[in-house]
C-alpha cells in the first residue's frame, strides 16, 4: 500500500438525533443515513505527494443504517489540489490503501457501492471546536452550519462530548446542532436541519487512527 497521513479538522452532519446513533450501536433515528462532511487538511502526505493545506468533501446517502451498505457517495474536493493531490485524496476517502475497517473512510467507501463523479469546487471550512461553532460549504453543492446544542430548559449552549478510545474517525468530538442545505450534486440531502453534527481534529493514516 502507498503510506498516507493526514492532520487536520473535520465537520459533519447528518440526519439523525444530537449525538448520532451510529456511535452507539443504535439504528439510525429515522431509518435512513444522510450525511455531509467537510475535511480541513493542516498537514498530510499520499507516497511522496503532499497534501498540506487542501480541503475536500463528501455527500452521504444510505437507505438505512451505513453497515446494512447499499450507500452513495460523491466527494469534492477543491480545485487548487493537482492531478495527484486529487489523486490521492479520491485514493484515501474512498477507502484504498488502508486496512480493513481501519479508518471511517474505509467503512463508508465499503458500504457506498455507488460511487459518484467526483466534483472538483472550492471547499472551504471555519470551525471553532472550543465553541462548537462552524461553517463548511462545498461550493455549489452543500452548505453547513453548526452551532452549540441548546439547553432544553434555558436555551444556553449544552456541551457534551463523545469519546471514543477505540474510534476509527476521531477519538473525542464536540457534538454541536448542524443542518446543511443541498444545492448542487448528485445527493440532495432532505432531512439535515436541527439534527446531530461534530465537529473534531483527525489524526488519521491508512494504519488507522493515531492516538494523541
Known sequence: ??????????LANCNCNFGCPCQFGVLPTHGTCEAAVVYK???????????????????YK?????????????????????????AALEAIMTGEDTVEMATM?????????HKH?????????DLNIEDRTGKGIA??????????????????PHRIGIALPHGFEFGFAEMAKGQTKTTGGDLQLTNNSGTHAHMASLHLTGEGRVAA
Open 1 to 10: 500500500m502507498t503510506t498516507w497521513e493526514i492532520k487536520g479538522e473535520e
Open 41 to 59: 487538511i493542516d498537514k498530510g502526505h499520499y507516497g511522496n505527494t503532499s497534501l498540506d493545506g487542501l480541503t475536500a468533501a463528501a455527500v
Open 105 to 113: 473512510w474505509f467503512v463508508f467507501g465499503a458500504m457506498s457501492p
Open 139 to 156: 461550493k455549489g453543492v452543500f452548505d453547513i452550519a453548526a452551532e452549540p446544542i441548546p439547553n432544553i430548559v434555558t436555551g444556553e
Open 117 to 125: 463523479e467526483t466534483i472538483y469546487a472550492p471547499v472551504s471550512l
Open 62 to 86: 444510505w437507505p438505512g443504517a451505513i453497515h446494512e451498505g447499499n450507500g452513495h457517495v460523491q466527494l469534492i474536493i477543491d480545485p487548487k489540489a493537482d492531478a495527484d493531490q486529487r
